[in-house]
């Protein structure tokens, strides 16, 4: 018992959480969003009370009874949604969001009593003219366990997760050899080849139409000369310069469901609003608006490898990118290339990009 209590004192050392049911920390978007949508919802009710109260109590001289009337419906509003918070880790605005508040070392709500001091900090920090909310929601970007926890999360040691069901994805088998590997073997082009020439005892013999001369031959090159009618022969022919020369990489682009199309001749930084680290500064920036919020400010990025191949890394976004080749879905590791193909299609949160090869 003593220490449970010294991890939810706010004086004491916090405790770090140890989540068991495996859920994404809510992003700080998604959280203003569920935020907004309850206080709409019960700022709605109060006006409505707040009104009716207004016309018949305040107008007529009962304005005692009015104003209990409005607080007592602001009290009322305020602890049915942190009681229905407490008990189902819920409120409309996080269910409409896909949010839910855990307490982390335990994985279930965190109670009727704790949600009740939790929503009245959150409450008296909106009386301040929100500057309380923007402290409450700097300590919460400030987090060091990168866990988005306020002040108001660590007083009753809760936890906003996001539970929104991940894509189903099938796991490549890890008995098969790498798809790298695969892909290093569908580069070699075999090489064309040369038909065989006739031999010439089998040929008919033709008369010839008329008696001529034989042109004495200039160099020793034309003595030997044929006729070539296939320009890769042709090549093969005179000597195979333009077979044994390298071949140029190819060129990639990357077709957005947006419309934008970008051809890769840097790296690629994709996201809400992708901004560039120490040393990308000549980065392309390719920003996609995200209408569920389930792509991260930079979501990932698409580069060429020295040898011309492209690949994708997932950046660490919240929500992870999922690579689609064949029907079959893959999900990325965050940090770990992944080599694309052409007709690729990656998933990066609710936005879709697909390889081209370019020429």
Not at 61 to 83: C, E, F, K, P, Y
Not at 105 to 116: C, D, E, S
């Amino acid at each position: 018992m003593s220490a449970v209590r010294t991890a939810s004192a706010p004086t004491a050392t916090p405790v770090r959480p140890t989540p068991r049911t495996g859920a994404r920390v809510a992003d700080s978007d998604r959280r203003f969003y569920a935020f907004a949508v309850d206080r709409l919802i019960a700022w709605g009710v109060d006006l409505a009370v707040a009104l009716v109260a207004q016309h018949f109590l305040i107008a007529r001289g009962h304005v005692l009874a009015g104003v209990l009337v409005v607080v007592a419906t602001v009290l009322v509003v305020g602890g049915v949604l942190a009681v229905l918070l407490g008990i189902t880790g819920s409120t409309p605005g996080k269910a409409f969001c896909g949010l839910r508040v855990i307490d982390p070392r335990t994985g279930r709500p965190i109670g009727a009593g704790p949600a009740l001091l939790r929503t009245a900090v959150v409450a008296a920090a909106t009386v301040p003219f929100g500057f309380g909310l923007a402290a409450l929601a700097w300590t919460a970007l400030a987090d060091p366990e990168r866990l988005a926890r306020g002040w108001h999360d660590r007083l009753v040691s809760s936890l906003v997760v996001d539970v929104r069901p991940l894509p189903a994805v099938e796991e490549p088998d890890e008995s098969a050899p790498r798809s790298v590997v695969n892909l290093t073997a569908m580069r070699l082009v075999p090489a064309r080849r040369t038909p065989s020439a006739p031999d010439p005892a089998r040929l008919p013999a033709r008369a010839p139409s008329r008696e001529h001369r034989a042109r004495p031959a200039t160099d020793a090159g034309e003595t030997g000369r044929t006729t070539v009618r296939d320009p890769g022969l042709a090549a093969a022919g005179s000597g195979g310069a333009a077979a044994s020369s390298p071949a140029a990489p190819p060129a990639w682009g990357l077709v957005f469901d947006t419309g934008e199309r970008v051809r890769v001749e840097t790296v690629v930084l994709i996201g809400r609003r992708p901004e560039p680290r120490e040393g990308e500064q000549g980065a392309r920036l390719v920003g996609l608006p995200s209408t569920d919020m389930s792509v991260s400010k930079t979501h990932a990025q698409v580069a060429l490898a020295p040898d011309g191949t492209l690949v994708v890394t997932d950046r660490g976004s919240t929500n992870g990118s999922v690579l689609r080749r064949g029907g079959v879905a893959r999900r990325l590791t965050a940090g770990r290339p992944a080599t694309l193909l052409d007709g690729d299609v990656v998933n990066v949160g609710d936005r879709t990009m697909t390889v081209v090869r370019v020429g």
